[in-house]
T-cell receptor, first 114, second 110 residues
Framework: DTAVSQTPKYLVTQMGNDKSIKCEQNLGHDTMYWYKQDSKKFLKIMFSYNNKELIINETVPNRFSPKSPDKAHLNLHINSLELGDSAVYFC?????????????FGQGTRLTVV | GEDVEQSLFLSVREGDSSVINCTYTDSSSTYLYWYKQEPGAGLQLLTYIFSNMDMKQDQRLTVLLNKKDKHLSLRIADTQTGDSAIYFCAESNQGGKLIFGQGTELSVKP
């Protein structure tokens, strides 16, 4: 059983398009995250939700909008995609916010904007 | 400020010990972590240490923490080719964020 699953694994799309990445966790965790890993492998948090409530919102363009329909799901919608959005996006979850370091990560979604 | 730094590359021979180093700036960090990322995969938590400890050992892994110098290291004994991966150091701060280093790519040669 996959603990944190993301779909799709690969996404190739043209500039200007709108796309979504879905994430689901079956661990019963309260807190979920989106991270972005750039081409130099640098990993940075984008958003964090705790029980469907947004608790961390880093300096991310407002073209990125997370949505958490329930605590097991955290989706990421991106409008008007740009070349610089190309990266690997990781979803993660932790039991609660204080235990964010003991997070479980998904396999990543490699987004390529052409 | 918050900053976590690591050297980018390390190459060792199979059977040798590997030592991956990390420095951080936030003295309020409560926990420090080591994650492993294999090619094409997500991050996997390897081990972590509470900030009031100076050493933790877990099988082939030894974590050393020098809180005064804000220096963290991960030693892998008897390194195997399967240990080839990128290793990330991370700290969790009181602001509730996990801050990662740039990752150290470990290459293990037979």
């Amino acid at each position: 059983d996959t603990a944190v699953s993301q779909t799709p694994k690969y996404l190739v799309t043209q500039m200007g398009n709108d796309k979504s990445i879905k994430c689901e966790q079956n661990l019963g965790h309260d807190t979920m995250y989106w991270y972005k890993q750039d081409s130099k492998k640098f990993l940075k948090i984008m958003f964090s939700y705790n029980n469907k409530e947004l608790i961390i919102n880093e300096t991310v363009p407002n073209r990125f909008s997370p949505k958490s329909p329930d605590k097991a799901h955290l989706n990421l919608h991106i409008n008007s995609l740009e070349l610089g959005d190309s990266a690997v996006y990781f979803c993660a979850s932790s039991q609660d916010r204080p235990r964010q370091g003991k997070a479980f990560f998904g396999q990543g979604t490699r987004l390529t904007v052409v | 400020g918050e900053d976590v730094e690591q050297s980018l590359f390390l190459s060792v021979r199979e059977g040798d010990s590997s030592v991956i180093n990390c420095t951080y700036t936030d003295s309020s960090s409560t926990y420090l972590y080591w994650y492993k990322q294999e090619p094409g995969a997500g991050l996997q938590l390897l081990t972590y240490i509470f900030s009031n400890m100076d050493m933790k050992q877990d099988q082939r892994l030894t974590v050393l923490l020098n809180k005064k110098d804000k220096h963290l290291s991960l030693r892998i004994a008897d390194t195997q080719t399967g240990d080839s991966a990128i290793y990330f150091c991370a700290e969790s701060n009181q602001g509730g964020k996990l801050i990662f280093g740039q990752g150290t790519e470990l290459s293990v040669k037979p």
